[in-house]
């Protein structure tokens, strides 16, 4: 372990400019809201701001993305595909420990499986990961109910945790021969065993200032994934979750470990991209372009003849909280699909984040 204060944290993310896309949490200048947004100016990095408004899935899955190109050639009756996504290394700085459970969820569901979605992993390799673990929970998480938080376990290249609310210091662990060899040539000095302990203490402050719900958050989370997994929840919550839902897909969006996508095919102009509609037959052009989705939105399960299998809201919510919640889906992410960062809570007009869902299906246990 090292120490490193926040200049030299700032010397770090300009000696990476010169070799990666640098992304980090900075304020925007109007609404003084707080982004993970590509770093461009060092000085605009607030490591100690409150939670990002959007997780850093942008950089991976971006929300409109060209993944690939092709021609068809009539005369000769060839097809020829370009790829358009390209491979750029990245180093993200001070990514919330939440954020990151989200990113491995993402990494499990499209690369960690019998199938490999090229485009992400063309993103995603070549990633440096600087986590800075929370001092204090922000107003709408709950990661102490989902293991994610305060301080991460896994998943970086290097750790950062402030000792202390006052003292420009950081506890650096390393946890990859990358992060190794930055804090080598960075020339930090080591920690002693007193820092270790401060490090500790930080966690332990932060985890008791959770409020009391969320600690009994973290029971009534683990019977609610043996209900939703079983089935045992009266149609009659799912309706009335149901009925507080606007169907427009906030959750989905700002959701870290949401990875619903969809893709279309448009008509290339002669500039390059300008989207013409649809590709027909007889276009000589087309960009394949991918979009994220959301599970709310009434047309993402629409099949061929208008049938769909999920038209009631009710049914969609019930597959959100199945994909977040139950245990095939903990199977396949290693953990729950959801990560506590509290995002679909501050954003849901609502009133039916994950702790709301998790509470009314607690309180049909006692009725």
Not at 8 to 20: G, S, Y
Not at 92 to 120: H, S, W
Not at 170 to 177: A, C, I, R
Request: with cysteine; net charge neutral; proline share 6%.
């Amino acid at each position: 372990m090292y120490l490193a204060r926040s200049v030299d944290l700032r010397q770090l993310a300009e000696r990476l400019q010169a070799t990666h896309e640098v992304w980090g949490p900075q304020r925007a200048p109007g609404s003084q809201q707080v982004f993970f947004d590509r770093l461009v100016d060092v000085d605009r990095l607030r490591l100690d701001d409150s939670l990002p408004a959007m997780p850093p899935k942008e950089i991976f899955l971006p929300q409109l993305e060209r993944i690939l190109s092709y021609r068809y050639d009539r005369d000769r009756q060839q097809v020829s595909l370009t790829p358009r996504f390209e491979e750029k290394r990245k180093a993200l700085l001070g990514l919330r420990p939440c954020d990151l459970a989200g990113l491995q969820c993402l990494d499990r569901f499209l690369i960690g499986q019998d199938f490999v979605d090229e485009v992400y992993l063309a993103h995603r390799k070549r990633t440096l990961i600087v986590v800075e673990n929370c001092a204090a929970p922000f107003s709408d998480c709950f990661c102490v109910c989902t293991d994610t938080g305060p301080a991460a376990h896994e998943g970086y290249d290097l750790s950062l945790t402030k000792l202390g609310a006052d003292e420009p210091v950081y506890l650096v662990d390393v946890g990859s021969d990358e992060g190794h060899a930055l804090a080598l040539a960075s020339n930090w000095r080591q920690a002693g065993s007193r820092e270790i302990e401060q490090k500790a203490a930080v966690i332990d402050r932060a985890v008791s200032l959770f409020p009391e719900v969320a600690t009994h958050n973290k029971a009534w989370i683990s019977r609610t994934m043996n209900r939703v997994t079983t089935g045992f929840i009266k149609p009659e919550t799912w309706e009335y979750v149901g009925k507080q839902c606007f169907e427009c897909g906030a959750c989905s969006f700002v959701c870290p470990s949401c990875s619903c996508f969809n893709i279309e095919d448009v008509a290339c102009g002669s500039d390059g991209w300008a989207p013409q509609g649809g590709c027909r037959l007889g276009d000589p052009a087309c960009d394949r372009m991918r979009t994220r989705d959301s599970c709310s939105f009434e047309g993402y399960t629409r099949m061929a003849g208008d049938h769909n299998p999920r038209k009631p809201v009710e049914d969609r919510r019930n597959k959100r909280f199945f994909c977040k919640l139950s245990y095939a889906q903990s199977k396949k992410y290693l953990r729950p699909g959801c990560v506590g960062c509290g995002r679909c809570a501050w954003v849901c007009p609502g009133e039916i984040g994950m702790p709301n869902v998790v509470k009314y299906i607690h309180r049909e246990t006692r009725d």
